[in-house]
């Protein structure tokens, strides 16, 4: 059993070795026999030949952080001149104009910004519901602790404020790899592998679902990559809440982290591959555009993934990096296209987007009015 300092009543329970290293030969495995195994699951899927995508807007509410996670390029301290926290105005004109281009939902993240109370996050929540309806995929789980941290309150309890105050779903992010020797060589300040955890299960407990993310490439082994993939699957055995595995790769330029050997697309390939053969009971698996660029993310699509992320108006967290590949739908659309899958627009819990309703997201007040 491992325990870690910022959750000491919290065990993790132990990974089959035996497991961990059989699905770690699938490394060794030639590049294109991998990926064929991996999209043969896949379309077990989708079998239609579908790849969806969403469009949404990712709105950094602050970037005021105290946990200096060494691959961040992101945030400031508090006190820094260029730390900011957006007021309710402002993230209503963004949602407007995120609307203007289809939006069906906003991603809302920020730093760790321990002067934010409780009441700045279900007040901005009901002001969003209130002038600017939109689905909220919003606050991940070190967000979430933050709170609960700052307030001495049960995680529990801040997830149901923010559920009655119109929170829709929770974003996997923070998860790095969840293995706490890499955790404390990368993200020291940030809670555990069993928080976080924790965390995810006790929002999807609360009706919500939530998404899971993978950064590697941060000096993390194989055998790392695949625990942490078995910590994702034996919690979605316990609770189905989570709707998508999002792997990603580090992006070190201007980090502390920088001089980080770059992940090679292959290695890239393998591991999303690999996500799609353990990760047998989450459906669906994101191609990362933004960090392996458009054609990387066509090669994707055939080595099991079935998504192709965010056609996002606005990035902020891997764009402090200097890598930018944001792009117009008509080009995201060619490029699922191309690769020879139908693109189809989804909302955030991977249903079609109904071009009839234009007034839909399926956000909670949505689906209140759906019913009515
Ligand atoms: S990754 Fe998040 S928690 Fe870590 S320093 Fe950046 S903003 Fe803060």
Same mark, same amino acid.
């Given at each position: ?24 030969? !699938? ?31 990712? &709105? ?40 203007? &281009? ?15 109370? !409780? ?8 002001? &969003? ?181 965010? !056609? ?61």
């Amino acid at each position: 059993m491992t325990t870690r300092v910022d959750s000491p009543s919290l065990e993790l329970s132990r990974v089959d070795r035996a497991e961990v290293a059989e699905y770690a030969s !699938l490394y060794d495995k030639p590049l294109l026999e991998l990926g064929a195994l991996a999209n043969e699951r896949a379309r077990r899927e989708a079998p239609d030949g579908v790849v969806s995508y969403i469009v949404d807007r990712n &709105i950094n509410y602050t970037n005021v952080c105290v946990t200096d996670c060494s691959f961040c390029a992101f945030y400031r301290r508090p006190g820094h001149e260029d730390g900011y926290v957006l007021s309710n105005e402002q993230i209503g004109a963004k949602i407007e104009e995120a609307k203007g &281009i289809g939006a069906v939902q906003i991603l809302m993240q920020g730093g760790h910004n321990p002067y934010l109370k !409780l009441d700045y996050y279900t007040g901005l929540l009901d002001y &969003i519901k209130t002038y600017h309806p939109i689905h909220v995929h919003g606050f991940s789980a070190s967000e979430l602790d933050i709170i609960a941290r700052v307030h001495k309150l049960d995680v529990s309890v801040v997830i149901d404020e923010l559920k009655d105050a119109g929170l829709d779903s929770v974003p996997g992010a923070g998860a790095e790899i969840l293995v706490d020797d890499v955790r404390d060589r990368i993200a020291k300040k940030k809670i555990g592998t069993a928080r976080w955890l924790e965390i995810h299960r006790a929002v999807h407990e609360r009706g919500l679902l939530s998404s899971a993310t993978m950064m590697f490439g941060a000096g993390e082994s194989r055998e790392d990559r695949i625990e942490h993939m078995i910590r994702i699957r034996d919690l979605q055995a316990d609770t189905r809440g989570f709707t998508a595995f999002i792997p990603w790769t580090l992006q070190a330029d201007g980090t502390g982290m920088d001089g980080t050997p770059e992940t090679t697309a292959a290695e890239y390939l393998r591991t999303v591959a690999i996500s799609r053969i353990v990760l047998d009971n989450v459906r669906n698996l994101q191609v990362s555009y933004v960090t392996q660029g458009p054609k990387i993310a066509q090669v994707a699509l055939h080595f099991g993934c079935n998504d192709f992320g965010s !056609l996002m108006m606005e990035e902020n967290v891997v764009s402090a990096t200097g890598t930018d590949f944001i792009m117009p739908r008509s080009t995201l659309v060619r490029f699922i296209e191309e690769a020879g899958f139908r693109a189809v627009a989804r909302y955030q819990d991977y249903s079609p987007v109904d071009p009839e309703l234009d007034w839909y997201c399926g956000c909670a007040v949505c689906l209140q009015r759906s019913r009515a």
